[in-house]
Structures are given as structure tokens and as C-alpha cells.
């Protein structure tokens, strides 16, 4: 490893151990470094059925597939949201970063849906999930200010596809027999509210139902953000792309721009970089989120 890649890593952990507050900043990029992955191999092991029929190349596409009709879509999406969300990522980053941050006055901002920040340990009282939740659907009548938990109905669905549990209790192609690519009209699912069609709760466009959860959490982070103006506060970026920049990314750098006090650290893999107005009170650190962080935690000592 090079000598900058090194130093980077020491600079961040001194950063880490000595500030006030730490807020996360936390994109797709941090998922992906944690094996959820929306092409090659879990693709293909999971959808491929679809991938034959309908010619889609990756998850993330096939979310905006045009499928046929209403129980193909939902097969689709039940296995989009079981796969994303209902089981833990093939390696522990997340693990990793609750490690480095639990003892911290940490809070962490993410635009990723996949609900792994709780399932590693991470406080819901210090999570903003600005985008939704796979785990939530909401009524396509937008007037309905509700979200409603979908597990059960997620797991019925995999069920009537043909998944099979594993001994590790993971849903898995059974050997020797088919699996199905829609699930029974009756299984569609309705709003319990007015009966009314259901969609996943993720923002796309101005129908995005914020409830209340999405609301206290939003305040919980304007709260952090004012509660800790002009301390030295570590703004920690994961894997943020260009996407939706004006959500994580350029707040972070205005912040630290605004307070002297603020470091500004950008793990990303072939895109860390700051600007160069912060780029003295910045570390940007290209390669995989989840050796970095291991790095940190195998330095035993600070220089």
C-alpha cells in the first residue's frame, strides 16, 4: 500500500478519536463494499429466470421494468426487496463502522434503503433514512400519510414463488425444481387504509410518502447538526456518488467550509475528492470501504 494511503488512513482514525461528533454520510457505494452488489453473481443466482425471459441486466433496472401485469411485478419485487434487505450483507462493513463510531456522539444520514444500518446495531434514534425503506410500502394514494411494514407479506411471496429456506434459514432456488415467476392474485398486496394498490416506499418522485417515523428522524438530524455548529465534528462520506450530491455530499463540504473546526473525510472507491477551498481540512481516500475501515481498526496506536 502506498505511503499516502497509509497516512490517509492515520490522519482519519487520529479525526475519529479526537472529535467532538461524527456525522455519517452514507451512499450506495457503502452497500456495494458490503457485497450488495445489484449485478454479476447475485444476479444471476437470483433472478435469472427474469434476466432470460425479460432480457434485464441488473436489479437496479429491473426496478423500473415494464413488466406484463401485477403478479409478475410483485414476484419481482418481492425477491428485489428479500435480497436487499431482509438478509445481512455477505461481509460486515457495517459491523466494521459501528465499531469505530459507537463510543462517538455519532449520527448517521444515508440515502441507502437497505435497512442494514439496524440490523448491524446502529441506534435508530441516530438514523435518517432520507429515501425510504425497502421494508415499507405505501399506498399509491399519496393522501395517505401512513407506511406499512411489508416482512410478512415479503416472506408469504418468496413462499409462493417456489423458495425453499436454507439450513441457515436464507431463501434459496430449490435443486430440482422450478420456481415461479409470479405469485397468486389473491397475494397482491392492497392498503389496509381504503384497499387501494400498494408500491414500495422509496423516493422517486413527489408521491414519496414522508411519515411520521421519516419526520421525527429528519428532525433528529437537524437537531445533531445544530446542536454540534462550530465543534470539531468529523463529516464522514461513504460511498456517495454523483446521484443525489445535494443531499450528503455538497451539505458536507458547505458545513465544513462554514465551521474551521470540521474535517471533511471521503472513502470512496476511484472517487474521493474534495474541493479545494476544504481541501487542507480534508482526507480523501480512494479504494474499498471495507479494508479501509479494517485498516483503522488493526492500527493500534496513533502517530
Given amino acids: 500500500m502506498n505511503q499516502n494511503y497509509d497516512e490517509n488512513i492515520k490522519r482519519l482514525k487520529h479525526e475519529l478519536e479526537t472529535c467532538d461528533a461524527v456525522l455519517v454520510g452514507a451512499g450506495a457505494g457503502l452497500s456495494t463494499s458490503a457485497g450488495f452488489t ?62 469505530l463510531v459507537k463510543d462517538k456522539d455519532y449520527f448517521v444520514l444515508t440515502t441507502n434503503v437497505d435497512h442494514q444500518f439496524q440490523k448491524a446495531g446502529f441506534d435508530k434514534k441516530r438514523l435518517f433514512y432520507t429515501q425510504g425503506d425497502y421494508g415499507l410500502f405505501q399506498s399509491v394514494n399519496s393522501a395517505i400519510k401512513k407506511t406499512f411494514d411489508n416482512e410478512e407479506w415479503v416472506m408469504k411471496a418468496m413462499e409462493a414463488q417456489g423458495f425453499a429456506r436454507n439450513a441457515d434459514g436464507i431463501f434459496e432456488v430449490p435443486e430440482n425444481k422450478a420456481i ?36 421525527r428522524a429528519s428532525d433528529a438530524y437537524s437537531d445533531f447538526v445544530r ?77
Fill in 38 to 99: 445489484y449485478s454479476g453473481e447475485r444476479f444471476e443466482r437470483y433472478f435469472f429466470d427474469f434476466a432470460k425471459k425479460f432480457g434485464i441486466s441488473d436489479i437496479y433496472s429491473g426496478g423500473f421494468y415494464p413488466f406484463p401485469d401485477d403478479e409478475t411485478r410483485w414476484a419481482w419485487w418481492a425477491r428485489h426487496i428479500y435480497y436487499n434487505r431482509y438478509i445481512d450483507a455477505p461481509k460486515p462493513v457495517y459491523k466494521k463502522l459501528l465499531k
Fill in 180 to 215: 415461479a415467476m409470479k405469485i397468486p392474485t389473491a397475494l397482491i398486496p392492497k392498503c389496509a387504509v381504503d384497499g387501494s394498490d400498494m408500491t414500495t416506499n422509496l423516493r422517486s418522485d413527489y408521491s414519496f410518502v414522508e411519515d411520521e417515523g421519516w419526520h
Fill in 227 to 303: 446542536r454540534h455548529k462550530g465543534l470539531h465534528i468529523l463529516y464522514l462520506e461513504l460511498g456517495v456518488g454523483a446521484n443525489t450530491p445535494v443531499i450528503i455530499k455538497y451539505p458536507f463540504w458547505q458545513m465544513t467550509y462554514d465551521n474551521p473546526k470540521a474535517v471533511y473525510a471521503c472513502l470512496n472507491f476511484n472517487e474521493a475528492f474534495c474541493p479545494e477551498q476544504i481541501s487542507d481540512r480534508s482526507i480523501c481516500i480512494n479504494g474499498d470501504i471495507f479494508d479501509i475501515l479494517m485498516a483503522m481498526i488493526m492500527q493500534n496506536t496513533l502517530t
